[in-house]
């Protein structure tokens, strides 16, 4: 009886762990990854949907719908950042979808290495349009709910392609008509895609 129940016993205990492995792999979802393809080379994210779940489904909408696909990085700052994802050669802009709530209070840092969305002096504008910080920019953090303190939402990070990200910040800039720090020899997102297992 008593080697029936020791028997009993260990059958449970080995079938616990097993369980509970299931249970959290089941929970557990790895952060969805992007390719951006420049001409100049490619660029790979992670993005954080855990902290930014909002920012990382709204840029994912535009990525799947091949929306970035034929953009530039049409704002070009040396020390600062690359903006990109809202405009074809010749500046000409292209329509966005709705804003995303802004979600600069996640806790996320920009810093050098990071994506974050672009906006305008809106806090809660930003749609489709995103930058690259090429250094750290804590003044670009979130401090209050304010319209000066909001600060822009940091939704992932560059995981390779940080020499690709710095031959973009190394390109030559222009102004054409109101826009500055613009490349003057267009630097093309050829695509943007899901990378996939």
Same mark, same amino acid.
């Given at each position: 009886m008593k080697k029936l129940i020791r028997l009993f016993f260990l059958s449970i205990v080995s079938i616990l762990p097993l369980g509970v492995n299931g249970a959290n792999a089941a929970i557990k979802t790895e952060n969805p990854r992007v390719r951006i393809t420049t001409g100049l080379g490619a660029i790979e994210l992670e993005l954080n949907a855990d902290k930014a779940p909002q920012t990382v489904k709204n840029f994912l909408a535009y990525v799947e719908r091949g929306y970035y696909n034929g953009t530039v990085f049409h704002r070009v700052i040396p020390g600062f950042m690359i903006q990109g994802g809202g405009f074809v050669p010749g500046m000409r802009e292209k329509t966005t979808g709705v804003p995303v709530k802004n979600e600069a209070d996640n806790g996320l840092k920009n810093a050098?290495? #990071? +994506? =974050?969305? =672009?906006? !305008? *002096? /809106?806090? %809660?504008?930003?749609?489709? %349009?995103?930058? +690259?910080? !090429?250094? $750290?920019?804590?003044?670009? /953090?979130?401090? $209050?709910? !304010?319209? *000066?303190?909001?600060?822009? =939402?940091?939704?992932?990070?560059? #995981?390779?392609?940080?020499?690709?990200? &710095? &031959? +973009?910040? *190394?390109?030559? #800039?222009?102004t054409v008509g109101s826009f500055q720090n613009v490349p003057v020899k267009d630097v093309v997102i050829e695509k943007v895609e899901l990378i996939k297992k």
């Open positions: 050098a290495g #990071t +994506i =974050a969305m =672009a906006r !305008t *002096s /809106d806090p %809660q504008s930003a749609s489709a %349009q995103f930058f +690259i910080n !090429t250094v $750290d920019n804590p003044a670009l /953090d979130h401090r $209050d709910k !304010t319209t *000066s303190g909001w600060g822009y =939402a940091v939704f992932g990070k560059v #995981t390779k392609g940080l020499d690709v990200m &710095k &031959k +973009i910040e *190394s390109v030559s #800039t222009h």
